[in-house]
């Protein structure tokens, strides 16, 4: 398999809370051309993540670590910072990884996300 792209998707019961999240607060780039929960990340212009409601998804999730979402951003420490005093919640704060600093929270979901900063 040689594929073009690689999409995530995130099923939900709360369409518009997550949306919001990822649009607002993350501040990923939208792709309305896909849909209101399609958002771009990093290099490409394509959709690297897809929330949508699911009718077999129901309440948060019930293993947050099974997926976690990495963001892989220039400055760990002034995201962390930034997220945080948006209310968002941090498992792990800002720290030092074998050549990441590493920052853990979660969505409205209770899905996990990372920022990561390369630091080697």
């Known amino acids: 398999m040689n594929p073009n792209h690689f999409v ?11 949306i919001e ?5 993350l501040r990923l780039e939208v792709r309305p051309e896909f ?8 290099s490409s ?4 993540l897809i929330i949508e409601e699911h009718g077999d998804v129901a309440g948060p999730t019930k293993e947050p670590a099974r997926v976690i979402l990495n963001f892989l951003v220039d400055d760990a420490h002034a995201e962390h910072q930034r997220l945080k005093a948006a209310g968002v ?16 929270f979660l969505d409205p979901d209770g899905n996990l996300c990372q ?4 630091t080697g």
């Not at 998707?9 to 518009?16: A, E, F, K, R």
């Not at 999240?21 to 607060?25: E, K």
């Not at 849909?35 to 990093?42: E, L, R």
Request: proline share 4%; charged share 15%.
């Open 89 to 104: 919640t941090f498992t792990r704060d800002a720290s030092e990884d074998p050549g990441f600093i590493v920052a853990t």
């Open 115 to 118: 920022l990561m900063q390369m």
């Open 45 to 48: 212009d394509f959709i690297a």
């Open 8 to 18: 995530t998707n995130i099923n939900t019961s709360q369409l518009d809370t997550m």
């Open 35 to 42: 849909g209101p929960g399609a958002f771009a990340a990093g």
């Open 21 to 25: 999240f990822y649009r607002d607060t």
